[in-house]
Antibody, heavy 121, light 106 residues
């Protein structure tokens, strides 16, 4: 079945970087874009950006531009999200999700299980 | 950015009740509106796509409606497993923004 499996929880110091992976299986990796979202404790969801696994082309939220980098490895069907210059405001659960497109309509399905990133000194 | 406003932010209901959650977009978004269910400690699951499309495997007691700026998620005959948090999300443009969530409680 279609599945996105993310890497485990991370604890980072302020100023450090974190790299979260999202391994795709059960479908043709290069056919579907992947989005990244995050959810701070007790908060709503924030869209971070999107990557085209076929070409590696990315688009990031303006808020995170310059700090976020999304990459992919087609040989392992894995996408990565790296966030730099971490602060306590970056403490959140990070999710990847597959982009489903029908005509010009789009939605996210499925989602990865989430990766908790804690930024603390 | 398109701002999504959900109401109510929390809702108390009982098994068997019918409930509705609304989502309003700050800019017309046609049918570019999706609904997700999230249970504690879990990732969101897609319920409704394109405002009214029922995701495969989702019970028919869930339905979505609306177009433009105003949308509604309706759950008829609440079941115990429906108590969760619900989010709307617009896919009209990027950044894809989400509502703040509606927590459905017993």
């Amino acid at each position: 079945q279609v599945q996105l499996v993310q890497s485990g929880a991370e604890v980072k110091r302020p100023g450090a970087s974190v790299k979260v992976s999202c391994k795709a299986s059960g479908y043709t990796f290069t056919t579907y874009y992947i989005h990244w979202m995050r959810q701070a404790p007790g908060q709503g969801l924030e869209w971070m950006g999107i990557i085209n696994p076929s070409t590696g082309t990315t688009s990031y939220s303006q808020k995170l531009q310059g700090r976020v980098t999304m990459t992919r490895d087609t040989s392992t069907t894995t996408v990565y999200m790296e966030l730099s210059s971490l602060t306590s405001d970056d403490t959140a659960v990070y999710y990847c999700a597959r982009d489903i497109v029908r005509g010009d309509l789009t939605w996210f399905d499925p989602w990865g299980q989430g990766t908790l990133v804690t930024v603390s000194s | 950015d398109i701002h999504m406003t959900q109401s109510p932010s929390s809702l108390s209901a009982s098994v068997g009740d019918r409930v509705s959650i609304t989502c309003r977009a700050s800019h017309p978004i046609s049918r570019y509106l999706n609904w997700y269910q999230q249970k504690p400690g879990k990732a969101p699951d897609l319920l409704i796509f394109a405002a009214a499309g029922l995701q495969t495997g989702v019970p028919s007691r869930f339905s979505g409606s609306g177009s433009g700026t105003d949308f509604t998620l309706t759950i008829t005959s609440l079941q115990p497993e429906d108590f969760a948090t619900y989010f709307c999300q617009q896919s009209y443009n990027t950044p894809h923004t989400f509502g703040q969530g509606t927590k459905l409680e017993i």
